[in-house]
Nanobody, 122 residues
Framework: EVQLVESGGGLVQPGGSLTLSCAASGFAFSTYHMSWVRQAPGRGLEWISTILTDGNTAYYLDSVEGRFTISRDNAKNMLYLQLNSLKSEDAATYYC???????????????RGQGTQVTVSS
């Protein structure tokens, strides 16, 4: 059974930082590109970032580039997202997703975890 379990969300002040983690199991993690997506209240899923299988190539949504960093540890089947300089508009539930999903994030069949909530407030 494919499982993606996110953790690390919480309440942070504007300008603060968080590190999100995603533990993957039930599939050959190292052979899949992996992504982070988010959903703010009342809005659809939004792709944020994708990292390729080699761990060296990553892509970002323009609004988070330079502030967020995606990484992976294929030996541990773990995906990470470092969030820096957080803004109120970053508040959302963050999900890790299997695959490179920038163009398919709102299509049926997206494989994602249960999410971890990030709240940005002073």
């Amino acid at each position: 059974e494919v499982q993606l379990v996110e953790s690390g969300g919480g309440l942070v002040q504007p300008g603060g930082s968080l590190t999100l983690s995603c533990a993957a199991s039930g599939f050959a993690f190292s052979t899949y590109h992996m992504s982070w997506v988010r959903q703010a209240p009342g809005r659809g899923l939004e792709w944020i970032s994708t990292i390729l299988t080699d761990g060296n190539t990553a892509y970002y949504l323009d609004s988070v580039e330079g502030r967020f960093t995606i990484s992976r540890d294929n030996a541990k089947n773990m995906l990470y997202l470092q969030l820096n300089s957080l803004k109120s508009e970053d508040a959302a539930t963050y999900y890790c997703a299997r695959g490179a999903v920038s163009t398919t994030v709102n299509k049926p069949g997206l494989v994602r975890g249960q999410g971890t909530q990030v709240t940005v407030s002073s």
